[in-house]
């Protein structure tokens, strides 16, 4: 699960606002038609329907009907809608200065609104979630209340990666246990994986952060080490999931697996992610966060997949 904002690891738009911009020359108001989809920033979009598309395939992999993937992925949906939302309440005042194009500065979507948003979703998720059993709900639980620290808490601090390391591994386990397959194989080894990768993907969302965790002060995982030494780290933990995912995977039954491939796609997003992140402007920067967080589900797939059965 994706731990807000940016991620999610479970982690813009309109210039009327109350408070002038402080921060540069008040952006020029969108057409009418356009306000609508840009509100619709406020949950995340991109973060939580990848984590709901996860979801679905890690159910698909445990054996889980189609009925199942698609409750279960929806639980996923609005759980992360609603920390993204959550997230952008929190961070509602600091935007004002340093994204003045959010939904919540911009005037798109009041405050109360937002918490609003936040809260409805976040029932939603939990109610679709319970249907699946104690288990599913318990784990659906400790992934939203990580996504809410995050956002209230962690986010701010050079410990933001740890939110990422804790939410991944439950992504899988929601799906293999709503499947009512158990826990998901070698659960020791993707807690190990999620380590790495949350690590990485913190600090590529970091990066995309970074300008504007400056000028408010915020001390963030990627502001806390530098952009060099945050680089550093990030190209480190994406070769270390990969090698490891593929070490971890092998087997002589699984040599000639098309599971591979998924896992070569994701290696080689991994990288062309890491390459946007090391540099550019903002946009630039959340691209190659976006295609690392693809390139990890996709390595996570395609792991799960060369699995031997049970």
């Given at each position: ?45 991109f ?9 679905a395939a890690?159910?698909?992999l ?25 997230n ?57 209340g ?13 410990w ?123 946009w ?20 799960f ?6």
């Amino acid at each position: 699960m994706r731990a807000g904002g940016s991620s999610g690891t479970w982690s813009k738009t309109s210039t009327r606002s109350s408070t002038p911009d402080r921060g540069g020359p008040r952006p020029a108001d969108p057409p009418t038609a356009w306000r609508p989809v840009r509100a619709l920033r406020l949950i995340h979009p991109f973060p939580s329907l990848l984590d709901a598309l996860a979801t679905a395939a890690f159910v698909a992999l445990a054996g889980g009907a189609p009925l199942t993937a698609a409750s279960l992925a929806a639980a996923m949906f609005c759980l992360q809608a609603s920390i993204g939302s959550a997230n952008d309440v929190a961070d509602a005042t600091a935007d004002r200065l340093a994204k003045p194009t959010k939904p919540i500065p911009a005037g798109l979507v009041a405050r109360r609104m937002a918490v609003g948003v936040a809260c409805l979703a976040g029932l939603a998720g939990l109610v679709l979630a319970a249907l699946h059993g104690p288990a599913v709900l318990l784990v659906a639980l400790m992934g939203y209340g990580i996504g809410l620290a995050y956002d209230l808490r962690l986010k701010r601090t050079p410990w933001s990666w740890l939110a990422y390391a804790l939410a991944l591994p439950l992504v899988p386990a929601f799906a293999w246990l709503g499947a009512g397959a158990g826990l998901p194989p070698r659960f020791p080894i993707l807690a190990a994986l999620a380590l790495l990768a949350g690590t990485g993907l913190a600090v590529a969302n970091g990066l995309v952060d970074l300008e504007g965790d400056l000028a408010t002060g915020t001390a963030g995982v990627a502001a806390a080490l530098g952009r060099r030494r945050a680089l550093g780290v990030l190209v480190a933990s994406d070769a270390a999931v990969v090698v490891v995912a593929a070490a971890t995977a092998w087997s002589p039954g699984a040599s000639s697996s098309p599971a591979w491939l998924v896992v070569a796609i994701g290696a080689l997003v991994c990288v062309a992610g890491a390459r946007l992140s090391a540099s550019g402007p903002e946009w630039q920067r959340r691209l190659g966060w976006e295609l690392q967080a693809v390139a990890i589900a996709l390595v996570a797939v395609g792991w799960f997949a060369l699995q031997p059965a049970a």
